[in-house]
Structures are given as structure tokens and as C-alpha cells.
């Protein structure tokens, strides 16, 4: 079985050092680039399972390499970011990231991180067929979704989000659920990870003509199809 290659975009020598050491003994092979714009370049070789990011980059930040890779690729992105940058954790959830962990971390968390991303984004293809409920339709088996005619243009987080929201229509679903079936982690005070996704995923919906589907629930998670307004 050929090992997950993971790219590391990461100014910090002696960390990618460390990763490397200590995930390639865990099954991953390991290629660290330590400067946005080279980062980028290997990025989108598709030569990767996944890319580590970190958003405090010389030259190009991590967030322009973000931008810039998700214009050409869907290729899963875990962002690293300082415990004090809150607002650029958001912004690169919002550009399409999978999931982020502050520094420091334990290397152990993130192994964890980034297997939840591969498994999530490696999952079989399912045997029951397209998804369909009023103007959506999501077929898992392909992992393309539309709403109407119109193909929504969804990340792996996106697209497991729409997934699992079909299969539960009018039944509120926790945060704390969604991080765990979908993130595959365990949800953590203050974490937004779910709700930014939520969000990006009703944006596109909402763009692309599908009507209004999801409802937050105050103080507890979100409903699919509770209230169903079509564009």
C-alpha cells in the first residue's frame, strides 16, 4: 500500500524536522517547503494526499497561497496558526481550509488531525445512490453535489456536511456532532470550525439558486429542511 504524501508549507526548520521525523514513522511520506510562493508551486503538482499550512509565511502569507490554491485545487488544507490569530483561523476556514490546530501542538494531534482529513476524504463510495431531496442532489459515490441544475463547487468538509444534512432532514444535529462525524475530532470551547463551514456551504446552496435549507438551532446546532424557501 503506497504512503499519503503530505506537503508541509512551513518557515519553521526545526518544526518540519520534527513532523518529518515523527510522521514518517506513522505511514506518511513527508516533503517540507519553507516559503509561500515555492509552497504553492508544490502544492498544486498533485503530487500530494494532503497539504499543512501555515498562515505566518515569508514572502507569500499563508492565506494568499490559500486563495490561490483553492482557485485551482481541492486538494485538502489543515492551516497551523498562532493561539492569538482568531481571525485569520476564520478567514482560512472560509477560503475553503478542511480544519486548523493552533501552535503549539502536540505532533500526536496533529497526525490525528490530518488522518480525520484523509478518511473523510478517501471514504468508499457508498452504495445507495444519489441523494436527492427537492432541488438537491448528492451523489456520494462521486462526491459531486447540485442544486438544480447548477454543480455547487464543494469542498471535502462541504460536501460531507451536505451529505450527512441529507440523510437527516427536519432532525437538529449538534455542533458538537457535526465536529466529530464530520471533522473527526472532538469539539473544543470557542471552536467555529463547524460554523464557518455550515455557513460557506448554505452561501453556495444559496448562490446557486437552491433556496434557504438550514436552520440554525440557538444554543444547539442546525436543522436541514426545516423551513425549504426556493429562489
Not at 95 to 108: E, I, S
Not at 135 to 147: F, G, I, Q, V, Y
Not at 160 to 177: I, K
Request: proline share 5%; glycine share 8%; charged share 25%.
Amino acid at each position: 500500500m503506497s504512503m499519503d504524501r503530505v506537503l508541509i508549507i512551513d518557515d519553521d526548520i526545526d518544526l518540519c524536522e520534527l513532523l518529518a521525523a515523527r510522521m514518517s514513522g506513522e505511514g506518511f511520506e513527508i516533503e517540507a517547503v519553507h516559503e509561500g510562493a515555492h509552497g504553492l508551486e508544490r502544492a498544486l503538482s498533485r503530487e500530494y494526499s494532503l497539504v499543512v499550512l501555515d498562515l505566518m509565511l515569508p514572502g507569500m502569507g499563508g492565506l494568499e497561497v490559500l486563495r490561490r490554491m483553492r482557485a485551482q485545487s481541492p486538494i485538502p488544507v489543515l492551516i497551523l496558526t498562532a493561539r492569538s490569530e482568531d481571525v485569520d483561523r476564520i478567514l482560512g476556514l472560509e477560503m475553503g481550509a478542511d480544519d486548523y490546530l493552533p501552535k503549539p501542538f502536540n505532533p500526536r494531534e496533529l497526525i490525528a488531525r490530518i488522518r480525520a482529513i484523509l478518511r473523510r476524504a478517501q471514504s468508499p463510495a457508498a452504495s445507495d445512490g444519489p441523494l436527492v431531496l427537492g432541488s438537491l442532489r448528492a451523489d456520494p459515490s462521486t462526491r459531486e453535489a447540485w442544486a438544480g441544475e447548477m454543480p455547487l463547487e464543494l469542498t471535502s468538509v462541504e460536501f460531507s456536511l451536505l451529505e450527512t444534512f441529507l440523510r437527516s432532514p427536519g432532525r437538529t444535529l449538534s455542533r458538537e456532532y457535526l465536529t466529530e462525524t464530520i471533522l473527526g475530532r472532538k469539539s473544543t470551547p470557542f471552536d467555529r470550525a463547524v460554523d464557518v463551514h455550515v455557513s460557506n456551504l448554505r452561501r453556495k446552496i444559496t448562490a446557486a439558486g437552491g433556496g434557504e435549507w438550514i436552520k440554525a438551532i440557538r444554543g444547539n446546532g442546525y436543522l436541514f429542511a426545516a423551513r425549504v424557501r426556493h429562489a
